[in-house]
């Protein structure tokens, strides 16, 4: 199946009635920068849909997306942020701890997104074992495929995947419009 739908609905910042509804969710996190909102508007076919980072306003969200008229992406800010500020960053850490971990909502499948180029960063790792230790439904996109050099590829992927261990590995260049129908079809199946 195909994404053929995509539309904004609103920006949440804690408990809010649209995502007490019946509607799955499929929660989008990852590193600042690693191309989460490039890879959202890759994955539905829409330029601007998510605001990628060089636009602050939208980024200090949970961003919530109708896919389909039957799933919800859930935009979560980015974190490891590296150009805010102390405070904004702690704001911001909890709202995401807040929504994954403490609000009780439940989701089809956690995105966890990463720059392929760079591997699993701390941050990554530090995401990734409290998604685990929550039972959370994860999958890995390595995104920025096309980033990595020819020589190191399989070896860069291995490591990854490595890193992730039984999880998904999906490998997705948002640029290069590699792996979108792949991802598609996973997440709405
Ligand atoms: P976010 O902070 O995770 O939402 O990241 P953005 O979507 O704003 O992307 C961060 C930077 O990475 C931007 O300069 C994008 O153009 C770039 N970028 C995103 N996806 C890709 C990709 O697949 N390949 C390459 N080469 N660059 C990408």
């Known amino acids: 199946m195909n994404i053929t739908s995509a539309k904004f609905i609103k920006g949440?910042?804690?408990?809010?009635n649209i995502l007490e509804n019946t509607i799955a969710q499929v929660a989008f996190i990852g590193r600042s920068n690693a191309g989460k909102s490039s890879l959202i508007n890759a994955l539905t076919n829409?330029?601007?849909l998510a605001i990628t980072s060089s636009y602050p306003g939208r980024t200090q969200q949970m961003n919530i997306f109708l896919i389909n008229k039957s799933l919800y992406f859930v935009?979560?800010?980015?974190?490891?942020?590296?150009r805010i500020s102390p405070a904004v960053r702690e704001k911001l850490q909890k709202m995401i701890?807040?929504?994954l971990f403490r609000s009780g909502y439940q989701q089809k499948y956690v995105v966890l997104v990463i720059d392929a180029n760079i591997g699993l960063t701390d941050f990554d790792l530090d995401m990734l074992y409290k998604l685990e230790a929550?039972?959370?439904n994860i999958i890995v996109v390595g995104n920025k495929v096309d980033k990595i050099k020819k020589s190191v590829y399989e070896?860069?992927?291995?490591?990854i995947?490595?890193?992730?261990g039984?999880?998904?590995?999906f490998l997705f260049s948002s640029t290069k419009k590699i792996g979108i129908g792949e991802l598609a079809a996973f997440l709405l199946k």
């Open 12 to 16: 949440a910042v804690g408990t809010d």
């Open 46 to 48: 829409q330029k601007d």
């Open 75 to 82: 935009d979560l800010p980015g974190y490891g942020f590296v």
């Open 97 to 99: 701890d807040w929504y």
């Open 134 to 136: 929550e039972e959370k």
């Open 155 to 159: 070896k860069q992927i291995e490591k």
């Open 161 to 164: 995947q490595e890193q992730i």
């Open 166 to 169: 039984s999880h998904k590995l």
